[in-house]
């Protein structure tokens, strides 16, 4: 792309002064800016100047595409730590009013929010006179079937495999956004005064067993709080870690998935997935934006080479044309 | 809708106003004069019309509260607001801005529970920032003003303290109607008020009015008739009248009403009485009055009715886009509404994701989707184009610093003016008049020298006019007359900015100091070097040496003796030197005048004495009543008695003079203003015109030293050219005149009586003794029109001499019509003379009409009329009215942008046909086609066949002719190749201004491309323009410089006021003033287009944001079962446009500069049709922006733990921003969005770029390769034009092209002779009779009323 800087010189400068003794005072400062004479960068689109543009951008996007694409792929091979998902179809946790149905302070362990929360709760807010906790729409819809998956082996006795439940929360979520609301050991006696959401089948404080993954710092119930932005999504379940570099995290062979069923989905037409995934430097398996970039990369490429033909065939007229006619 | 809506905010203001009235500080305007006469009908006495004004001392109190405590005292308020009213009035005002209202409505919606999308106070949060920031910008500007207030209110001034018995200080704000002020000179009169005393013996007080008109020459006025003859200052205490006079009023030049003494007599008050506020006192030592109107009533605060309110044509159309924006908005919001209503509807149990209202139960589809639509509607509102309105509020171009912008929001404007109107005088012309030529008794004395000196000005001139001291040097053979302090200074467009403060505040916004500042008081109108120096013509010279004393010697025998001509010469260029109202001062004391010489200490003491006296009885200058009683001495006595007056003004000579030369040369100036006139002596002796009796007149030395202020410039020019005679004008008193005259010695003549100049006479005339002759003589100045028509016909006696008028008359005509051609302004000197009894008769009833309070316009006129008859023509001159620097290639280059330029002038047909050829309106080969009709049937046919050849010759389509299609779309001539010029005359206007023409006149116009109105008033001049506004839907734009010019400023879409010499009104009702017309060419093609391109880009750009936001928004529902969720945290939908992405569009509205100015001034053709440039403040402010937004998600996304529900941001950006994918995702999708429109644009450049583009390429190429290319594109333009006239004249059968001829005669001329050959012979024929027909009439007329007498 052509550039210059044309900062104009003074000769055009300030306009004719105004006649009689109070012109030194009126006048005004013939400073580039006031003058409007700042150095200003002008670009002119016409195929020659911009054409190393494009060429420029085909030459990065499509190694970059490439380089994507590659590494998206080759997250097929499950070697790392593996991340096990489950996923949602045709679930609006984005409706505005799902969305809203929470209240931040009592999740945070303000005890005053314990038992009385707020009104956007409602109307998931009340149970029986009892403050629900943790009360509105996210939470009582919580995603509460169980997943276990079991490697089937030649002698066809399945082996559990080691599903880690902790981690998979954002570090901040679980120690700063989320936290149990205050009082002794006993985490049922700190929820005391509270009532379990309606649709769950036992209270915030028995998730689990781990008083530290246990009450609102539960992380399955803190993945499920972050809502998702689409109604197809997936959270993440799991983790299999991997136990030593020499053996695959999840060899080949045949593996059985046990799901222990709590959570419909069919009457809103919504569907279950179970994903395993290893992650790279750029996330989970996503093969989209690897295209985008070869894409993008190519058609600007293909029109570099467009406009190098046009500008070649119009070069003398469009020279001509540029000061004549 | 929004313009009804300010009509009916305009009404309720005045309602408000006016019944807070009585409140002291209460807002008082224009309304209160309504109040007020509703007030004083109150009182049984009193008609609504008048008020009484009783002196307010202590004899007259209970009158005094009775009458006068219901007047307004001096305190004036030009604020709008006061901290009580100020949060609500400023809101009611900013409520009435459509979009506020809009987005008001919808806060109020989101605390409707139902639909609440946010948090209800976070809504209001972008409305009440914008609010609030107008609110203070509108406080700011008010309190600017409330300071000034303050200043002007607490002046100090001296005022009759009833208490004291004495004069005492007091502020203007505590002056009230009835107290009276003694001012002292070079004071400031602080309120409206009757003279009563002055100290000048003659009862006369100057005043400069550059305060409320900018005009800065001296008015004098006159102390009220029978105060003037007493002796002491006035004794408030003794003064037992009482006033009567006109309700207040915005009429400057009008002021009525009478005074009535104790003994019920009464004496008639004028404007020539009332001193004005804001005007100062001059060369008077000190005044007495008494106030008449205060405060907001008077005539200087009613004429400010402040800055009126245009809102540009790019303003209007944001208004109209918002509405459509809100069109999109409520298709959007339904589109989601049903969506809603459906998606509900597929599911038929209740749902996780589903909340049901709080009370349990759960809406049907149908009304979730109802209440879905007005969600949507908040939702979008924050992505709304918010901040376009509020932004092109604060938008503040940086205009052209010679350029003074009065109206900010319509800068933009400047770049889409399709039709410009123009004054002539002082906007096209420098309103410089200079003395070109004259003729006398029949013979034109063309003053060669003269015209060859104004060609050497020519050029030194238009450099500077300051630095005349260098360029004189190159002019040695002239004598440099200017004193120091006599020269004119002419202000920049700014520097009479401040030159109302006083008057009121209300146009003081730009100029917060101004009130501090002291107008400039020293300069003496119209009187440059070039107009001032005028080299007489040798032939008149000659002549003049002829004049000898002897010649009136046996004057009182026989009046055949002295040859005519001579008689003539003589009466002419006295005629020059008395007939004005021009003030002779002295330029080195301060505007002392010069009175006529002191008489003390003479040998005919005692007859001076007596005849002065005589003077003082006998013919009071206004006629006073006790004139009656003095009516028979001066038919009798005195006329035997002032018979022996010549030989004592030929006696008296030197004396007198040569005292005041000891005078003058006692004071320090004395040596160089007698260097300067030996300077002149010394021209003179070169020159050899003078003879030595000449250069021994006793009153020549002191003549350069004298500085005439005149009210309009010819007459300055006029005087100056009797001066170049050696006919001086020496002082001017209300009683007499003195004039130098070359060989007859200094002549003083007794002013009988004034009759001004007013524009429906068209003339002027003094009544003056004449010393020599002792005659009644009228000497009648006046345009040649009026002038021929009142001239004698029928004379009883002397067929030789009634002959040798008609030649006169005739000869001067064919000068006239000559001087005319050569764009001079003409005027006819005449004179009569009046027998005493004549005189007396005319007096009388004169009388009666001047103390008439009722109709005394009319009665006046007809007095004029009375005297101004049967005059003797006594010849013409030629000014010339210099065409502006830069004139003819601003309107050259105007034409090349494309825009028609329409020349409205009060002149003749003839002047302003050559102006407009001068100044390159009209091209010598351009088609002339002239209407000047006397009927509106012949008006309309000979449009119609003017149209009809029009049409012919472009061969447009048939169905494209068609009225009303045409005028939507007028047809482009220049593509055409024809040119063609329309001429109509002030009356043919008015037929062509009247409903059933108009249509017709439009479409003739809409081919021509320059028309010249002449002999327009100035109401016809704003019809016009609201004709061309209102029916073609243009952009028009107004120019001009005088107060005649005012109403089509005001009524243009732009007013331009040219800063000259007129005065300021023209700048005072316009939107931008610029000095000088050339100026105008840059303010359009280059501010203008700049404006234009930035402003409108910016607005693009909003809409742009906006757009893409609110779509982002919209597409988002799709995915959320369109409930209304918004993707994103609300505060980052409220910074968005509040933070992140105000400030790149609003640099890029005042920075962009998509050619430089250069180019666009080289290639007008640009206006007709944007691109970037940026420069590091853009890049700065895009950088800063796109940071503001990291940083504003990271510290809130940090701080924020449970804030904010439900989109709680904690450490989402944190997150975000560790993942690799959101850059790549960043980038992918910026190269996407912008590939498209990129290819577009690329393309576009290189296959078909717009002449923006192409001249952008000018602008980086070197300065020689630039000139280059510049010739080359005009020449091409100028092939193309002239390959496109050639085709289209071949296919319209016109044979030949006119040759184009140097001269508008020969102009005029070609196109009959095209015309003809093309074989329209009628039409062209009428064309041009009725072009001739002025001049042919009068040749025929002339000698046939001849002979009929």
Same mark, same amino acid.
């Given at each position: 792309m052509a550039?210059?800087?044309?900062a104009?010189?003074?000769v055009?400068?300030?306009?004719p002064c105004?006649?009689?003794?109070?012109a030194?005072?009126?006048?005004?400062?013939?400073?580039?800016?006031?003058q409007q004479?700042?150095?200003?960068?002008?670009?002119?689109l016409t195929a020659?100047?911009v054409l190393?543009?494009?060429f420029?951008?085909g030459?990065?996007?499509?190694?970059?595409g490439?380089?994507?694409?590659?590494?998206?792929?080759?997250?097929r091979?499950i070697?790392?730590?593996?991340?096990?998902?489950?996923?949602?179809s045709n679930f609006?946790?984005?409706?505005?009013r799902?969305?809203?149905s929470?209240?931040?302070?009592?999740?945070?362990?303000d005890?005053?929010a314990l038992?009385?929360p707020s009104?956007?709760?409602?109307p998931?807010?009340r149970?029986e006179?009892?403050?629900?906790?943790?009360?509105?729409?996210?939470?009582?819809?919580?995603f509460?079937d169980t997943l276990?998956?079991?490697?089937?082996?030649?002698?066809s006795?399945p082996?559990?495999?080691?599903?880690k439940?902790?981690?998979?929360?954002?570090?901040t979520?679980?120690?700063?956004?989320f936290?149990?609301?205050?009082?002794?050991?006993?985490?049922?006696?700190?929820?005391?005064g509270?009532t379990?959401?309606?649709n769950?089948l036992?209270p915030?404080y028995m998730l689990d067993s781990?008083?530290?993954? #246990?009450g +609102?710092?539960n992380?399955?119930? *803190?993945v499920?709080?972050?809502?998702?932005? &689409?109604?197809?999504?997936?959270? /993440?379940?799991?983790?299999?870690?991997?136990k030593?570099?020499?053996?695959?995290?999840?060899p080949?062979g045949r593996?059985s998935?046990?799901?222990?069923?709590?959570y419909?989905?069919?009457?809103?037409?919504g569907?279950?997935r179970?994903?395993l995934s290893?992650?790279s430097?750029?996330?989970g398996k #996503?093969? +989209?934006?690897?295209i985008?970039y *070869?894409?993008v990369?190519?058609?600007?490429f &293909?029109?570099?080479?467009?406009? /190098?033909?046009?500008?070649?065939?119009y070069?003398?007229s469009s020279?001509t044309a540029d000061?004549?006619i | 809708?929004?313009?009804a809506?300010?009509?009916?905010r305009?009404?309720?203001q005045?309602?408000i106003?006016g019944?807070?009235?009585d409140?002291?500080?209460g807002?008082?305007?224009?309304s209160s004069?309504?109040a007020?006469?509703?007030k004083?009908?109150?009182t049984p006495?009193l008609s609504g019309r008048h008020?009484?004004?009783?002196?307010h001392?202590?004899?007259?109190?209970d009158?005094y509260?009775?009458?006068?405590?219901?007047?307004v005292n001096?305190?004036?308020?030009t604020?709008?607001y006061?901290?009580?009213?100020?949060?609500?009035?400023?809101l009611?005002?900013?409520?009435?801005r459509?979009?506020?209202?809009?987005?008001?409505f919808?806060?109020?919606?989101?605390?409707?529970?139902?639909?609440?999308?946010?948090q209800?106070?976070?809504?209001?949060?972008?409305l009440?920032?914008?609010?609030?920031?107008?609110?203070?910008?509108?406080?700011?500007?008010?309190?600017?003003?409330?300071?000034i207030d303050?200043?002007?209110?607490?002046l100090?001034?001296?005022?009759?303290?009833?208490?004291e018995?004495?004069?005492?200080?007091?502020?203007?704000?505590?002056?009230?109607?009835?107290?009276?002020?003694?001012l002292?000179?070079?004071?400031v009169?602080p309120?409206?008020?009757v003279?009563?005393?002055?100290t000048?013996?003659?009862?006369?007080?100057h005043?400069?009015t550059?305060g409320l008109?900018?005009?800065s020459?001296?008015?004098?006025?006159?102390?009220?008739r029978?105060?003037?003859?007493?002796d002491s200052e006035?004794?408030p205490?003794?003064?037992?009248?009482?006033?009567?006079?006109?309700?207040p009023?915005?009429?400057l030049?009008?002021f009525?009403?009478?005074?009535?003494?104790?003994n019920?007599?009464?004496v008639g008050?004028?404007?020539?009485?009332?001193?004005?506020?804001?005007c100062?006192i001059?060369?008077?030592?000190?005044?007495v009055g008494?106030v008449?109107?205060a405060?907001?009533?008077?005539k200087a605060?009613l004429?400010?009715?402040?800055?009126r309110?245009?809102?540009?044509?790019?303003?209007r159309?944001?208004?109209?886009d918002?509405l459509?924006?809100?069109?999109?908005l409520?298709i959007?919001?339904l589109?989601g509404a049903?969506?809603?209503?459906?998606w509900?509807?597929?599911?038929?149990k209740m749902?996780?994701?589903?909340?049901?209202e709080?009370?349990?139960?759960?809406?049907?589809p149908?009304?979730a989707g109802f209440y879905?639509?007005?969600?949507?509607i908040?939702?979008?509102?924050?992505?709304q184009?918010?901040f376009?309105q509020?932004?092109?509020?604060f938008?503040?171009?940086?205009?052209?610093s010679i350029?003074?912008?009065?109206?900010?929001?319509?800068?933009?404007?400047?770049?889409?003016i399709?039709?410009?109107f123009s004054?002539?005088?002082g906007?096209?012309?420098e309103?410089?008049m200079?003395?070109?030529r004259?003729?006398?008794?029949?013979?034109d004395?063309?003053?060669e020298e003269?015209?060859r000196r104004?060609?050497?000005?020519?050029?030194?001139?238009?450099?500077d006019?300051?630095?005349?001291?260098?360029?004189s040097?190159?002019?040695s053979n002239?004598?440099?007359?200017?004193?120091?302090?006599c020269?004119?200074?002419?202000n920049?467009?700014?520097?009479?900015k401040?030159s109302n403060?006083?008057a009121?505040?209300?146009?003081?916004?730009?100029?917060?100091e101004?009130?501090?500042?002291?107008?400039?008081?020293?300069q003496?109108a119209?009187?440059?070097?070039?107009?001032?120096?005028?080299?007489?013509d040798t032939?008149l010279?000659?002549?003049?040496s002829?004049i000898t004393p002897r010649?009136?010697?046996?004057?009182?025998?026989?009046i055949?003796?002295?040859?005519?001509?001579t008689l003539y010469?003589?009466?002419f260029?006295?005629?020059?030197?008395?007939c004005?109202?021009?003030?002779?001062?002295?330029?080195n004391?301060?505007?002392?005048?010069?009175?006529?010489?002191?008489?003390?200490?003479?040998?005919i003491k005692s007859l001076?004495?007596?005849k002065s006296?005589?003077?003082r009885?006998?013919?009071r200058?206004?006629?006073?009543?006790?004139?009656?009683?003095g009516?028979?001495p001066?038919?009798?006595?005195p006329?035997?008695?002032?018979?022996?007056?010549p030989?004592?003004?030929?006696?008296?000579?030197?004396?007198?003079?040569?005292?005041?030369?000891?005078?003058?040369c006692?004071?320090?100036q004395?040596?160089s203003?007698?260097?300067?006139?030996?300077?002149?002596?010394?021209q003179?002796?070169?020159?050899?015109l003078?003879?030595?009796?000449?250069e021994?007149?006793?009153?020549q030395p002191?003549?350069c030293?004298?500085?005439?202020e005149?009210e309009?410039p010819?007459?300055?020019?006029l005087?100056?050219?009797a001066?170049?005679y050696?006919c001086?004008?020496?002082?001017?008193?209300p009683?007499q005149?003195?004039?130098?005259?070359a060989?007859?010695?200094?002549?003083?003549?007794q002013?009988?009586h004034?009759l001004?100049?007013?524009?429906?006479r068209?003339r002027m005339?003094?009544?003056?003794r004449?010393?020599?002759?002792n005659?009644v003589?009228?000497?009648?100045?006046?345009?040649d029109?009026?002038?021929?028509?009142?001239?004698?016909?029928?004379?009883p006696?002397g067929a030789?001499?009634?002959?040798?008028?008609m030649i006169?008359?005739e000869?001067t005509q064919k000068?006239?019509?000559?001087?005319a051609k050569?764009?001079?302004?003409t005027l006819?000197?005449?004179?009569?003379?009046m027998s005493?009894?004549?005189?007396?008769?005319w007096l009388?009833?004169?009388?009666?009409?001047e103390?008439?309070i009722?109709?005394r316009?009319e009665l006046?006129?007809?007095?004029?009329m009375?005297?101004?008859?049967k005059?003797t023509?006594?010849?013409a001159t030629g000014?010339e009215d210099?065409l502006q620097?830069?004139v003819?290639e601003?309107i050259?280059?105007?034409h090349?942008?494309?825009?028609?330029?329409w020349?409205?002038?009060g002149?003749?047909q003839?002047?302003?046909?050559n102006?407009?050829?001068?100044c390159k309106?009209?091209?010598?080969?351009?088609?002339?086609?002239?209407?000047?009709t006397?009927s509106?049937?012949?008006?309309?046919?000979l449009?119609?066949?003017i149209l009809k050849?029009l049409q012919?010759?472009?061969q447009v389509l048939?169905?494209q002719?068609s009225?009303?299609?045409?005028?939507?779309?007028?047809p482009?001539p220049?593509d055409?190749g024809?040119r063609a010029?329309?001429?109509?005359t002030?009356?043919t206007l008015?037929f062509a201004l009247?409903e059933?023409?108009?249509?017709?006149?439009?479409?003739?116009t809409?081919w021509?491309?320059a028309?010249?109105?002449?002999?327009?008033?100035p109401?016809?001049?704003?019809?016009?323009v609201?004709l061309?506004r209102?029916h073609?839907?243009?952009?028009?734009?107004a120019?001009g410089?005088?107060?005649?010019?005012?109403?089509m400023i005001?009524v243009?879409?732009?007013?331009?006021?040219?800063s000259?010499?007129?005065g300021?009104?023209?700048?005072?009702?316009?939107?931008?003033a610029?000095?000088?017309?050339?100026?105008?060419?840059?303010?359009l093609?280059?501010?203008?287009?700049w404006?234009?391109t930035?402003?409108?880009?910016?607005?693009l750009?909003f809409f742009y944001?906006?757009?893409?936001?609110?779509?982002?928004l919209?597409?988002?529902q799709?995915?959320c079962?369109f409930?209304?969720t918004s993707?994103?945290?609300?505060?980052v939908?409220i910074?968005f446009?509040?933070?992140?992405?105000?400030?790149p569009?609003?640099i890029?509205?005042?920075l962009?500069?998509?050619?430089?100015a250069?180019t666009?001034m080289q290639?007008?053709?640009?206006?007709k049709s944007?691109?970037?440039?940026?420069?590091?403040?853009h890049?700065?402010?895009?950088?800063g922006?796109?940071?503001?937004?990291?940083?504003?998600?990271i510290v809130?996304g940090a701080?924020?733990?449970?804030?904010?529900?439900p989109?709680?941001?904690?450490?989402i950006?944190?997150?975000?921003?560790?993942d690799?994918?959101f850059?790549?995702?960043?980038?992918?999708t910026?190269?996407?969005?912008l590939l498209?429109?990129?290819?577009?644009r690329?393309l576009?450049?290189?296959?078909f770029?717009?002449p923006?583009?192409?001249?952008?390429?000018f602008?980086?190429?070197?300065?020689e390769?630039?000139?280059?290319?510049l010739?080359?594109?005009?020449?091409?333009?100028?092939m193309?034009?002239?390959t496109?006239k050639?085709?289209n004249?071949s296919a319209g059968?016109?044979g030949r092209?006119?040759?184009?001829?140097?001269?508008?005669?020969?102009a005029?001329?070609?196109?009959?002779?095209?015309a003809?050959?093309q074989?329209?012979?009628?039409l062209?024929?009428?064309?041009l009779d009725?072009g001739?027909s002025?001049t042919?009439?009068?040749?025929m007329a002339?000698?046939?009323k001849?002979?009929?007498?």
């Amino acid at each position: 792309m052509a550039m210059n800087y044309n900062a104009k010189d003074e000769v055009d400068g300030g306009p004719p002064c105004a006649p009689g003794g109070t012109a030194k005072t009126r006048r005004p400062d013939n400073t580039a800016f006031k003058q409007q004479r700042l150095p200003a960068w002008q670009p002119i689109l016409t195929a020659g100047t911009v054409l190393p543009i494009f060429f420029i951008i085909g030459l990065i996007f499509i190694p970059i595409g490439i380089g994507i694409f590659v590494t998206s792929n080759n997250i097929r091979e499950i070697e790392g730590n593996v991340f096990m998902y489950y996923g949602l179809s045709n679930f609006y946790q984005n409706h505005r009013r799902y969305v809203k149905s929470r209240d931040d302070s009592q999740l945070n362990g303000d005890s005053s929010a314990l038992l009385n929360p707020s009104k956007e709760c409602e109307p998931y807010r009340r149970n029986e006179d009892k403050p629900i906790a943790p009360c509105g729409a996210i939470a009582n819809s919580m995603f509460n079937d169980t997943l276990e998956l079991f490697l089937i082996g030649n002698d066809s006795y399945p082996i559990p495999i080691a599903l880690k439940k902790k981690g998979i929360a954002w570090w901040t979520d679980k120690n700063v956004k989320f936290r149990n609301p205050p009082g002794g050991d006993n985490l049922e006696e700190r929820f005391k005064g509270t009532t379990k959401p309606v649709n769950w089948l036992k209270p915030v404080y028995m998730l689990d067993s781990d008083p530290d993954n #246990n009450g +609102f710092i539960n992380e399955d119930f *803190i993945v499920w709080m972050r809502t998702a932005a &689409l109604p197809t999504f997936r959270k /993440l379940y799991r983790l299999i870690e991997r136990k030593s570099d020499l053996h695959p995290t999840l060899p080949a062979g045949r593996y059985s998935l046990n799901v222990t069923y709590n959570y419909p989905v069919h009457y809103f037409d919504g569907r279950k997935r179970m994903i395993l995934s290893t992650i790279s430097w750029m996330g989970g398996k #996503n093969p +989209f934006l690897g295209i985008a970039y *070869i894409a993008v990369g190519s058609i600007s490429f &293909l029109l570099g080479v467009v406009l /190098l033909v046009i500008n070649h065939k119009y070069r003398n007229s469009s020279n001509t044309a540029d000061i004549t006619i | 809708m929004t313009e009804a809506l300010q009509w009916a905010r305009y009404h309720w203001q005045r309602l408000i106003r006016g019944a807070t009235r009585d409140d002291d500080s209460g807002p008082y305007n224009y309304s209160s004069l309504l109040a007020c006469g509703r007030k004083s009908s109150q009182t049984p006495k009193l008609s609504g019309r008048h008020r009484i004004v009783v002196p307010h001392i202590q004899p007259f109190k209970d009158e005094y509260e009775k009458f006068s405590g219901a007047y307004v005292n001096n305190r004036i308020r030009t604020t709008k607001y006061t901290l009580l009213n100020f949060v609500p009035r400023n809101l009611f005002e900013q409520f009435h801005r459509a979009a506020n209202l809009y987005f008001l409505f919808l806060v109020v919606l989101n605390w409707v529970p139902l639909v609440e999308a946010f948090q209800k106070e976070i809504t209001m949060l972008p409305l009440v920032v914008v609010l609030t920031i107008i609110a203070i910008k509108d406080g700011l500007e008010d309190y600017r003003k409330y300071k000034i207030d303050k200043q002007i209110n607490n002046l100090i001034t001296k005022v009759y303290s009833r208490k004291e018995k004495k004069y005492i200080d007091r502020c203007w704000k505590d002056v009230t109607v009835g107290d009276f002020i003694r001012l002292s000179c070079n004071e400031v009169i602080p309120a409206d008020m009757v003279l009563l005393f002055s100290t000048d013996p003659d009862g006369i007080c100057h005043i400069e009015t550059s305060g409320l008109d900018g005009e800065s020459n001296l008015k004098q006025r006159q102390v009220v008739r029978g105060y003037a003859e007493q002796d002491s200052e006035v004794d408030p205490e003794k003064f037992s009248s009482r006033i009567e006079c006109e309700s207040p009023n915005n009429d400057l030049s009008r002021f009525r009403g009478f005074l009535e003494h104790s003994n019920k007599e009464r004496v008639g008050l004028s404007k020539e009485n009332l001193l004005l506020r804001g005007c100062t006192i001059r060369n008077t030592e000190a005044v007495v009055g008494i106030v008449v109107y205060a405060g907001h009533e008077t005539k200087a605060m009613l004429n400010n009715s402040g800055p009126r309110y245009k809102r540009s044509k790019l303003e209007r159309r944001a208004n109209t886009d918002v509405l459509w924006c809100v069109m999109l908005l409520v298709i959007m919001c339904l589109t989601g509404a049903v969506g809603h209503g459906i998606w509900l509807s597929r599911y038929e149990k209740m749902h996780f994701f589903n909340v049901p209202e709080p009370d349990g139960h759960i809406i049907s589809p149908l009304l979730a989707g109802f209440y879905m639509f007005w969600t949507m509607i908040i939702l979008l509102q924050l992505g709304q184009i918010y901040f376009i309105q509020s932004d092109v509020d604060f938008y503040n171009e940086k205009t052209d610093s010679i350029v003074q912008c009065r109206a900010l929001n319509i800068a933009e404007d400047l770049g889409q003016i399709q039709y410009l109107f123009s004054d002539k005088t002082g906007t096209l012309t420098e309103n410089k008049m200079v003395f070109r030529r004259c003729s006398v008794a029949g013979f034109d004395y063309c003053h060669e020298e003269n015209a060859r000196r104004l060609e050497s000005y020519q050029e030194a001139v238009s450099e500077d006019e300051d630095f005349i001291d260098t360029v004189s040097g190159s002019l040695s053979n002239m004598a440099k007359p200017r004193a120091p302090s006599c020269r004119t200074v002419h202000n920049g467009p700014l520097g009479n900015k401040p030159s109302n403060h006083l008057a009121g505040s209300s146009f003081t916004l730009g100029s917060g100091e101004g009130a501090s500042e002291v107008p400039h008081s020293r300069q003496a109108a119209f009187s440059s070097p070039i107009e001032t120096d005028v080299v007489p013509d040798t032939r008149l010279l000659d002549k003049f040496s002829q004049i000898t004393p002897r010649l009136f010697m046996p004057l009182d025998e026989t009046i055949q003796n002295p040859p005519l001509e001579t008689l003539y010469i003589i009466d002419f260029f006295i005629a020059l030197a008395i007939c004005n109202t021009v003030v002779v001062s002295a330029p080195n004391q301060p505007r002392q005048k010069i009175r006529h010489p002191s008489l003390g200490g003479l040998p005919i003491k005692s007859l001076e004495e007596i005849k002065s006296l005589f003077q003082r009885w006998s013919v009071r200058r206004s006629s006073s009543p006790s004139l009656n009683s003095g009516k028979e001495p001066s038919s009798g006595v005195p006329n035997a008695f002032v018979s022996r007056l010549p030989l004592f003004s030929r006696m008296k000579p030197a004396s007198p003079v040569e005292e005041e030369v000891s005078q003058v040369c006692e004071s320090p100036q004395c040596s160089s203003s007698s260097a300067c006139c030996t300077e002149t002596e010394k021209q003179h002796g070169d020159a050899g015109l003078l003879n030595g009796k000449a250069e021994s007149l006793p009153g020549q030395p002191l003549a350069c030293n004298l500085c005439y202020e005149a009210e309009s410039p010819d007459e300055a020019a006029l005087v100056y050219a009797a001066r170049a005679y050696q006919c001086t004008l020496r002082s001017r008193t209300p009683e007499q005149v003195m004039v130098d005259f070359a060989a007859l010695g200094p002549l003083t003549f007794q002013l009988l009586h004034i009759l001004p100049f007013d524009s429906v006479r068209k003339r002027m005339s003094v009544v003056v003794r004449h010393p020599l002759s002792n005659q009644v003589v009228v000497y009648t100045k006046g345009a040649d029109s009026v002038i021929m028509e009142l001239l004698s016909v029928a004379s009883p006696d002397g067929a030789s001499l009634e002959k040798q008028q008609m030649i006169v008359r005739e000869k001067t005509q064919k000068h006239l019509d000559d001087y005319a051609k050569q764009g001079l302004r003409t005027l006819c000197i005449a004179k009569k003379v009046m027998s005493d009894t004549e005189y007396a008769e005319w007096l009388r009833n004169h009388f009666l009409a001047e103390t008439s309070i009722d109709n005394r316009e009319e009665l006046l006129l007809e007095s004029a009329m009375r005297l101004e008859n049967k005059l003797t023509l006594l010849g013409a001159t030629g000014i010339e009215d210099r065409l502006q620097e830069g004139v003819p290639e601003s309107i050259e280059a105007l034409h090349k942008a494309g825009i028609k330029i329409w020349m409205l002038t009060g002149d003749k047909q003839e002047t302003a046909v050559n102006i407009a050829y001068a100044c390159k309106l009209l091209e010598p080969d351009d088609k002339l086609f002239i209407l000047n009709t006397q009927s509106k049937d012949a008006c309309g046919m000979l449009m119609s066949t003017i149209l009809k050849e029009l049409q012919k010759k472009t061969q447009v389509l048939p169905e494209q002719v068609s009225l009303s299609e045409d005028l939507l779309q007028p047809p482009v001539p220049q593509d055409s190749g024809l040119r063609a010029g329309l001429i109509i005359t002030g009356k043919t206007l008015e037929f062509a201004l009247q409903e059933s023409l108009q249509k017709q006149f439009l479409e003739l116009t809409s081919w021509c491309q320059a028309v010249v109105c002449c002999r327009a008033t100035p109401l016809q001049k704003s019809e016009v323009v609201k004709l061309v506004r209102s029916h073609l839907q243009v952009m028009t734009l107004a120019i001009g410089d005088g107060a005649n010019d005012v109403s089509m400023i005001q009524v243009a879409d732009i007013g331009i006021g040219v800063s000259g010499q007129e005065g300021m009104q023209a700048v005072m009702a316009s939107d931008f003033a610029v000095s000088q017309f050339k100026h105008l060419s840059k303010l359009l093609l280059v501010h203008g287009h700049w404006c234009y391109t930035r402003l409108s880009n910016m607005i693009l750009y909003f809409f742009y944001k906006n757009v893409a936001y609110v779509n982002l928004l919209f597409w988002y529902q799709f995915f959320c079962g369109f409930s209304g969720t918004s993707m994103t945290d609300y505060w980052v939908l409220i910074f968005f446009n509040l933070l992140f992405t105000s400030a790149p569009p609003v640099i890029y509205g005042v920075l962009e500069k998509d050619v430089s100015a250069e180019t666009l001034m080289q290639l007008p053709e640009l206006y007709k049709s944007g691109q970037k440039s940026e420069t590091w403040i853009h890049l700065l402010v895009i950088i800063g922006s796109i940071l503001s937004y990291f940083l504003f998600a990271i510290v809130f996304g940090a701080m924020c733990v449970t804030c904010n529900p439900p989109s709680n941001p904690y450490w989402i950006m944190q997150e975000h921003m560790l993942d690799p994918v959101f850059y790549l995702v960043c980038i992918l999708t910026t190269s996407i969005a912008l590939l498209p429109r990129f290819v577009y644009r690329v393309l576009q450049g290189s296959l078909f770029p717009s002449p923006i583009l192409r001249a952008k390429h000018f602008d980086r190429l070197t300065p020689e390769e630039r000139t280059k290319a510049l010739k080359k594109w005009r020449g091409a333009g100028k092939m193309n034009q002239v390959t496109s006239k050639y085709a289209n004249q071949s296919a319209g059968k016109s044979g030949r092209r006119p040759m184009p001829g140097p001269s508008a005669v020969f102009a005029m001329k070609s196109a009959t002779s095209c015309a003809i050959e093309q074989g329209n012979l009628s039409l062209c024929e009428t064309a041009l009779d009725q072009g001739y027909s002025e001049t042919k009439a009068f040749e025929m007329a002339g000698p046939s009323k001849g002979k009929e007498s």
